[in-house]
């Protein structure tokens, strides 16, 4: 491994590079894709579920389209091995699959959470849909900077007339539409998952998330005013 190869950790000094998909790096419990580990490639790229079936569907990394490829990020090599210890690795077997299934259909979920949106919530709301009107989607449209991703939180209709919202990760936006990726599994629609192709109205949108390249992020101001709501 040559120094070209090498990283400056803030936390772990001077560490080999390694790259995990951002949904790995801000969450735990996911199920995460890579390959198996070896001598010459102590840290294989990683990646979570949704974006798994993302390139299944799209047969394999070179046949996705840029807006669809995952946002990656690079990390040393401890920071990989810590992350990754927070999650669980993708069943490798049949027999593997089943036993997961299983498992999981064992835990009751936890009880859905209504939220009531108040004035506050939807005046914050408001102001981000303005935001995102007047300066992210002219933004988006003109091409992010390398690593910048947009997310926006919008609603679903359940079965029972009730509302689910959901994030969504923005491939495209045109007219009145929103067109991207759901970002996470919904509690009351059974026939969606994360990884589906989805589309919303830009008047219905609640909130947005802005990814910079260097790791931080801004929007999402209405889940402050709902008590840590995600």
Same mark, same amino acid.
């Given at each position: 491994?040559?120094p ?5 950790c803030?936390?772990?000094?001077t560490?080999?590079?390694a790259?995990?998909?951002h949904?790995l790096?801000?969450?735990?419990g ?16 990683a ?6 079936? $993302?390139r &299944? ?7 996705l ?5 995952p ?6 090599g401890?920071?990989?091995d810590?992350? %990754?210890a927070h ?11 089943l036993?997961? $299934?299983l ?5 009751p *979920?936890?009880?859905? *959470?209504?939220?009531?949106h108040?004035?506050? $919530?939807?005046?914050?709301?408001? &102001?981000? =849909?303005? =935001?995102?009107?007047?300066?992210? *989607?002219?933004?988006?449209?003109a091409g992010?900077s390398?690593?910048?991703r947009?997310?926006? *939180? ?6 029972a007339?009730?509302r689910?919202w959901?994030?969504?990760? $923005?491939s ?8 991207g990726? %759901? ?24 909130d947005?998330l802005?990814?910079r ?11 402050k005013l ?5």
């Amino acid at each position: 491994m040559g120094p070209s190869d090498q990283i400056e950790c803030a936390k772990h000094g001077t560490g080999a590079q390694a790259f995990l998909c951002h949904h790995l790096i801000q969450n735990v419990g996911l199920e995460f894709h890579r390959d198996e580990p070896t001598a010459e490639n102590p840290y294989p790229d990683a990646w979570c579920r949704a974006f798994e079936e $993302v390139r &299944r569907r799209a047969g394999g990394w070179d046949g996705l389209e840029p807006a669809s490829a995952p946002p990656i990020r690079l990390v040393c090599g401890h920071c990989h091995d810590n992350i %990754l210890a927070h999650h669980l690795t993708a069943p490798r077997t049949l027999f593997a699959r089943l036993r997961r $299934v299983l498992a999981r259909s064992a835990v009751p *979920k936890p009880p859905f *959470k209504s939220v009531v949106h108040d004035e506050a $919530v939807l005046t914050a709301s408001r &102001r981000a =849909r303005d =935001r995102l009107r007047a300066e992210l *989607k002219p933004r988006f449209i003109a091409g992010l900077s390398p690593g910048e991703r947009l997310m926006v *939180k919008a609603p679903f209709t359940t079965p029972a007339g009730g509302r689910e919202w959901m994030w969504i990760g $923005v491939s495209r936006s045109q007219g009145p539409r929103i067109h991207g990726v %759901l970002e996470n599994d919904p509690v009351h629609l059974r026939d969606l998952k994360a990884g589906a192709h989805v589309d919303v109205l830009e008047d219905e949108v609640l909130d947005y998330l802005l990814f910079r390249s260097d790791g931080t992020s801004e929007g999402n101001e209405t889940a402050k005013l709902t008590h840590g709501e995600r």
